[in-house]
DNA sequence: CGCTTATTGACACAGGCTCTCAATAGCCGT
DNA sequence: ACGGCTATTGAGAGCCTGTGTCAATAAGCG
């Protein structure tokens, strides 16, 4: 039996690891953090947010920097010259993002563009395409209601 | 018959015309240069590279926020902090963009998903879906030969 | 062809983001 | 478990993108 509760690394801290990322403190908290926020968060957000532990506002931007590199996060402009980061799941997945809220989910593979599609448009267009991106923006099911 | 090349508004500069805003030489000369450009622009490079007229670097950006706002440019978080623009036409559409040299290519809305993937998506989520947004990424025509 | 006023360009300025550097803490080998 | 190597951190200075201000200009309209 386990003396103290083990830290379980999550998968994502595990990904890191495994690309020779040494597996930090202030990386779990900013991962986790971004990870429940469940929508798009600035950095000076996230920082704001960590209260856990004391982490600098030059480090949320290394690792939110780092995450986008290795896929776990999604870099998007903000009106306003600040960047927004949202957490992204290791596999391939879309999203849905609720246009009043900002609530994110992530749908899976099982909605992808048929392959057909994929070949259609490598055949419309002479390019060969490696990967694709789609996300569906309306309202969540709080936002339905009021106007 | 007409005496000087008549200057044919652009169906762009016909729509931004329609909304109320004035068709200025500076705007015209940045929507040209965005829309000839086939890729993701920062401000900075499109000033640099308008020549025919001294456009301030601030007009650049008021326009490229402008063009944000009505659905004629896409903005971008770019690495260093540097938005990027590119130029939409003003038709619903999808884009393919290149992953080595950054050319992006429209496609309509042919390859739009499915009604029933919309359906679907709504089932699984409760959300009620608006618009969607799809890209494919890979490589183009020009970028296939060498590695 | 003038009048009205949205728009421009220059420049000052704000704030987001990065760089530097000494201190800290993962990770690995023992 | 312990110690060493070095990636990483936090603080703060500084850079640079992007915005606000304002007088001058020009688009649109009668
Ligand atoms: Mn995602
Ligand atoms: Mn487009
Ligand atoms: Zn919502
Ligand atoms: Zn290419």
């Given at each position: 039996m386990p003396r103290t509760a083990t830290i379980t690394p999550?998968?994502?801290?595990?990904?890191l690891q495994a690309l020779g990322y040494r597996l930090t403190a202030p990386r779990r908290a900013i991962i986790a953090t971004l990870r429940e926020a469940g929508r798009f968060c600035t950095a000076t957000?996230?920082?704001e947010r960590i209260t856990a532990r004391d982490v600098g506002l030059a480090s949320v931007y290394r690792t939110l920097e780092?995450?986008?590199?290795?896929?776990?996060?999604?870099?998007?402009?903000?009106?306003?010259?600040?960047?927004s980061f949202l957490y992204c799941s290791p596999?391939?997945?879309?999203?849905?993002?609720?246009?009043?809220?900002g609530?994110?989910?992530?749908?899976?593979?099982?909605?992808?563009?048929?392959?057909?599609?994929?070949?259609?448009?490598?055949?419309?267009?002479?390019?060969?395409?490696?990967?694709?991106?789609?996300?569906?923006?309306?309202?969540?099911?709080?936002?339905?209601?009021?106007?």
């Open positions: 999550t998968e994502e801290d595990a990904r957000q996230l920082h780092l995450l986008a590199e290795v896929g776990l996060a999604e870099r998007r402009a903000e009106v306003g010259g600040e960047a596999r391939h997945h879309h999203h849905v993002i609720c246009t009043d809220c609530t994110v989910r992530e749908i899976d593979a099982a909605f992808c563009p048929d392959e057909a599609v994929t070949r259609a448009v490598e055949a419309a267009t002479d390019f060969q395409i490696a990967r694709h991106t789609m996300d569906f923006h309306g309202l969540c099911a709080d936002c339905q209601g009021g106007g």
